[in-house]
């Protein structure tokens, strides 16, 4: 199994996107980068634990989140709570390695 540490939205260059929906975008991609380091994928997520700075973006996020994140998508923990650096969006997840036996399609 892979346990992420919370993933924020910064480009290659380590600066914060200016649209809420890029950063989102750049922290799931962040999360992504790091399960595939490790030998899994957004696919094999089993659980997922999002926090907003702002839960009046939470239907951009979730619209954004259902773009990327493969289905079945992972049982998911989502809530509002204030951020370092002014984040708006952090990301933790929970993934199968690939080759486990109940490894997500």
Do not use: W
Not at 26 to 53: F, M, N, P, R, Y
Not at 71 to 78: E, M
């Amino acid at each position: 199994m892979v346990f992420t540490s919370g993933k924020v939205g910064v480009n290659e260059h380590g600066v914060r996107p200016e649209s809420f929906a890029d950063e989102v975008r750049a922290a799931i991609a962040d999360l992504a980068k790091t399960l595939e380091e490790h030998g899994s994928h957004l696919g094999a997520l089993l659980q997922v634990h999002c926090i907003l700075s702002d839960m009046d973006q939470f239907d951009e996020f979730n619209s954004v989140y259902a773009e990327l994140i493969p289905d079945p998508a992972p049982p998911r923990f989502t809530h509002g709570g204030a951020l370092v650096q002014d984040f708006r969006f952090e990301i933790v997840g929970i993934a199968e390695v690939l080759g486990s036996a109940h490894l997500h399609p």
